[in-house]
């Protein structure tokens, strides 16, 4: 089992639509994680942390189940904007601040 | 605050060439990271340094690629000699306590 996994997607929605994506880890010691947005040939940057079970931020929603191992990114009212590829990603504490990357789930939000 | 600054940001090259890639991580952080991403194999971590020390390179692909971090303000990837399947865009990131990485613009490398 890969350490972190993601639907690949892509997820076509229309603007105004939620969508929610799942990601699960292999790690069950693993104590936060992230979510990383990254746009067509940019760097990855932080959307979202999560420590607990969850936290909400306008829009998003990103929600943990520790008992599942998995976490999961809820969109509402989705925006052209949002189009882009989001990362899941999990500390790997065997070394410090190494963090562990999914492949990402690529949206596309349409008008 | 700049953020991290990597050079150069386009790089051509032919195989078997030298390329040194470079990096500037943000003033104060004292963990360093490099990336590679591709499309077959999406976003690797190649190397960690903290407080200037290597911490974890088994992500290095082979004896051709090399880094180093000389202080905390500069740290470099050597891939030589380059192959075509080198060719990805390496990101350099930097964090401090608090475990959010921040990464630079990129390098794009295609080697020819």
């Known amino acids: 089992r890969k350490e972190v996994e993601q639907d690949p997607g892509p997820f076509n929605v229309p603007e105004g639509a939620t969508v929610a994506f799942n990601c699960t880890y292999s790690?069950?010691?693993?104590?936060?994680f992230f979510w990383y947005r990254q746009d067509c040939r940019k760097e990855p940057k932080l959307l979202m942390s999560?420590?607990?079970s969850g936290n909400e931020d306008g829009r998003f929603t990103a929600q943990l189940n520790r008992a599942s191992q998995y976490i999961s990114l809820l969109i509402r009212d989705s925006k052209l904007s949002d189009s882009a590829t989001y990362l899941c990603?999990?500390?790997?504490?065997?070394?410090?601040?190494?963090?562990?990357f999914g492949a990402g789930t690529i949206l596309r939000v349409k008008s | 605050d700049a953020g991290v600054i990597q050079s150069p940001r386009h790089e051509v090259t032919e195989m078997g060439q030298e390329v040194t890639l470079r990096c500037k991580p943000i003033s104060g952080h004292n963990s360093l990271f490099w990336y590679r991403q591709t499309m077959m194999r999406g976003l690797e971590l190649l190397i960690y340094f903290n407080n200037n020390v290597p911490i974890d390179d088994s992500g290095m692909p082979e004896d051709r690629f090399s880094a180093k971090m000389p202080n905390a303000s500069f740290s470099t990837l050597k891939i030589q000699p380059s192959e075509p399947r080198d060719s990805a865009v390496y990101f350099c990131?930097?964090?401090?306590?608090?475990?959010?990485?921040?990464f630079g613009p990129g390098t794009r490398l295609t080697v020819l």
């Open positions: 999560v420590y607990s």
């Open positions: 990603v999990v500390p790997d504490y065997q070394y410090g601040n190494k963090l562990v």
């Open positions: 790690n069950s010691a693993s104590q936060s």
């Open positions: 990131a930097s964090s401090s306590e608090s475990n959010e990485q921040f």
